[in-house]
């Protein structure tokens, strides 16, 4: 008989034996702020406690990082110089609440939004018949899996200008960049998860007649599903990513956020470039959100993510 | 031209008679082609009604010997002749479709065989009802225990009414409790069906409680040392094996099982 070691046990057991500093420290410092190194028993004991703790710390954190943001503002920074790396409160002030700039924050916004998702859908699409397409037979496999690797290690950026050259510097070209840039995940992510199949349950397909299509749409597709997601997901985050260097590169056409970093960086308007910035990651923020969302819902019923989550 | 197209139902030899050859293995080898020869010279019959189960020692080529009365991989010599119209095949693991509900795993068979809509749920509910789990058709697999599942993965061949069922060792991954019921459960269902039944096991005991006739099989390459007929009736009740007649038998096939395997 062999004995399976829960991926769990695996991790438990790994993160004890590699933290001798941490075990160390445990000696002295709190056993629940030191967190996972310690005894089990001490973490059973103290959970109630180091649940408020785990939400505390990364708060903690926050108001240490504006601390230093502060100082350097304040103290760093000659008065002159303060547009580097303007007060948080007058990023608020000046921009946030500033109707001139959120009517040129919030439209490019909205285009950048409408690239991302729909650099997003145009990717899934591809992604999903291409690999599909490889799935289903090896000479498709063979001849089209080197382009997806290609397209993985080719750097996006350097296609940009030509994509520019092609197709002009507006929508259309922003998309292009886009799709590029989110398409290897979903492809790579589809085919592994079809090819994961357990074989059993092919072999149970197998006895049974099923066809091709069957056995796509019964068993490959539905079993590839939390694969599927994990790959949305980290295309959607490129996806943003995508459609903000597609216009950062053009900074032609109606502004999107890219081209809006870009203006406020050259016109040295600090508040304003810090709040950009600051919507442009909560965007991809959201963005990912959605997708970890929809994963939820589409497979959380019967699969375990926190099983590959670690 | 002029007989009428059979249906299904007029199709299948009249419902299957006890006693109907429902395979035949003649000198039957299998050769992979890394030139591990797993199984040479295999001779064996199953009749609707009897329930062969096949001991060996690990690695002797059971589950090869299912996987080519199934169709699954070829022989590389010998014949292997099946005349059932519907084979059940029950795997170690349930595999069980993790996204479907237990109702809709069990409807599985139905569906990919192109049974109507109404006619797969009905075959599917009275499946679940033979095995016992009404009641848990909504759950999926993983609320499931070990039991539970290999039920829903019984329950899923029983849908297509196979002549010939395959067991390769079901009930290996389950507690003694659990393996003890789920057999005279299997037991009641054989006898209530009389399909013919080809049963790989560990168990020397739970082969004997269960069969008609029971192979011993030697190491590699695998081949049947031994047939010992069981003479218990189709009634067995856990009483049975506490009986001297129960231990003797299970004796002699733990001794062939022992000779086969040095
Ligand atoms: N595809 C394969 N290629 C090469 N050798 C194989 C292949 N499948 C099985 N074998 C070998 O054939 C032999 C019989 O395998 P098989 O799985 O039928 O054994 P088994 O009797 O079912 O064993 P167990 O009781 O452990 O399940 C083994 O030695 C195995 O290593
Ligand atoms: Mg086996």
């Known amino acids: 008989m062999t004995t399976t070691v829960h991926p769990a046990e695996e991790t438990q057991v790994a993160s004890t034996v590699d933290t001798p500093t941490t075990a160390a420290t445990a000696a002295t410092a709190d056993p629940v702020l030191t967190g996972a190194g310690t005894a089990p028993l001490v973490e059973r004991r103290g959970r109630g406690r180091k649940r408020v703790t785990d939400s505390l710390l990364p708060i903690a954190v926050f108001l240490g990082l504006v601390a230093v943001w502060y100082a350097i503002t304040y103290l760093v920074l000659d008065p002159d110089r303060r547009f580097l790396m303007p007060a948080p409160h007058t990023i608020v002030t000046d921009a946030l609440l500033d109707g001139p700039t959120m009517d040129k924050i919030l439209p490019a916004l909205g285009r950048s939004i409408v690239v991302t998702f729909t650099g997003l859908a145009i990717a899934i699409v591809i992604g999903m018949v291409w690999a599909i397409a490889m799935s289903q037979s090896r000479p498709i496999e063979r001849s089209l899996f080197p382009y997806a690797v290609a397209l993985q290690c080719i750097p996006i950026l350097a296609l940009v200008p030509l994509i520019g050259f092609w197709f002009g510097y507006d929508f259309p070209s922003r998309v292009i960049v886009c799709v590029m840039i989110a398409l290897f995940p979903i492809v790579s992510n589809t085919l592994f998860g079809i090819q994961s199949v357990d074989r059993g349950m092919h072999e149970l397909f197998t006895l049974h007649n099923a066809g091709r299509t069957t056995r796509l749409l019964k068993l490959e597709l539905p079993a590839a599903m939390p694969a599927i997601f994990a790959g949305f997901r980290i295309s959607a985050g490129l996806s943003v990513v995508g459609a903000i260097v597609g216009d950062l590169f053009f900074k032609q056409g109606d502004p999107g956020l890219g081209i809006l970093l870009d203006n406020f960086r050259a016109r040295l308007q600090g508040q304003e470039l810090f709040l950009t910035i600051i919507i442009t990651a909560a965007l991809g923020f959201a963005v990912f959100g959605l997708f970890g969302w929809l994963a939820k819902v589409a497979v959380g019923r019967w699969y375990d993510q926190s099983r590959d989550a670690g | ?262």
Not at chain 2, 75 to 101: C, M
Not at chain 2, 172 to 180: F, K, P, Q, S, V
Not at chain 2, 206 to 227: F, I, N
């Open chain 2, 1 to 262: 031209m002029s007989a009428p197209a059979p249906t299904l139902s007029s199709a299948r030899p009249a419902a299957g008679q006890p006693g109907d050859l429902v395979l035949r293995f003649r000198d039957v080898a299998k050769a992979f082609p890394d030139g591990t020869v797993a199984l040479e010279g295999v001779d064996l019959d199953v009749r609707r009604g009897d329930f062969v189960t096949v001991v060996g020692p690990s690695g002797c080529g059971k589950s090869t010997l299912l996987r080519i009365a199934s169709g699954l991989s070829p022989a590389t010599a010998g014949t292997s002749q099946v005349d059932a119209e519907r084979i059940g095949y029950v795997f170690q693991d349930a595999t069980l479709l993790p996204w479907r509900s237990v109702q809709k795993n069990v409807e599985l068979l139905a569906e990919l065989h192109g049974m109507s809509r109404t006619a797969t749920r009905q075959a599917a509910l009275d499946a679940i009802d033979l095995v016992g789990l009404r009641g848990h058709e909504k759950k999926l697999p993983r609320a499931l225990s070990g039991g539970m599942r290999m039920r829903a993965s019984l329950a899923r061949s029983l849908t297509l009414d196979p002549d010939l069922f395959l067991f390769d060792e079901p009930f290996g991954a389950l507690d003694e409790i659990t393996r003890e019921r789920l057999n005279d459960e299997l037991i009641r269902l054989f006898a209530a069906k009389g399909f013919g039944a080809l049963f790989i096991t560990h168990s020397v005991s739970e082969a004997v409680y269960m069969s008609t006739k029971v192979l011993v099989m030697s190491g590699r390459p695998g081949h049947v040392v031994e047939s010992f007929d069981v003479p218990f009736g189709a009634e067995r009740t856990p009483e049975l094996r506490f009986t001297p007649e129960f231990a003797a038998l299970a004796g002699e096939v733990s001794h062939a099982l022992r000779e086969g395997h040095s």
